[in-house]
């Protein structure tokens, strides 16, 4: 691994790329979940906008927002170098 690459990673993840920091940073498996997360919490706000649901917009800000404080976690344990 890069010596930058663990910063590369923290930065995405902190601007909301959760899931393409972990990636790079070189967690591929969490990475790819993360990214799934991210899709699915992006479609359910866009649904609940769409169909007016408040239930759902609700839902879609948690996952995104759960999504990126695990993003950040995982982007501090790869710069401290931490494998797991």
């Known amino acids: 691994m890069e010596k930058n690459t663990p910063k590369l990673g923290l930065f995405l993840n ?3 790329l959760v899931g393409i920091g972990s990636y ?3 967690r591929t498996q969490e990475g790819i979940q993360q990214m799934i997360v ?8 866009f649904l609940g906008s769409f169909f007016v649901n408040v239930y759902l917009i ?4 948690a996952l995104l927002f ?8 995982v982007g ?7 494998e797991k």
């Open 38 to 45: 991210l899709i699915f919490g992006w479609l359910l706000l």
């Open 66 to 73: 759960i999504n990126w404080i695990w993003g950040l976690i």
């Open 58 to 61: 609700v839902i879609g800000f």
């Open 14 to 16: 902190f601007i909301g």
């Open 76 to 82: 501090v344990r790869m710069m401290n170098g931490n």
């Open 24 to 26: 790079l940073g070189g």
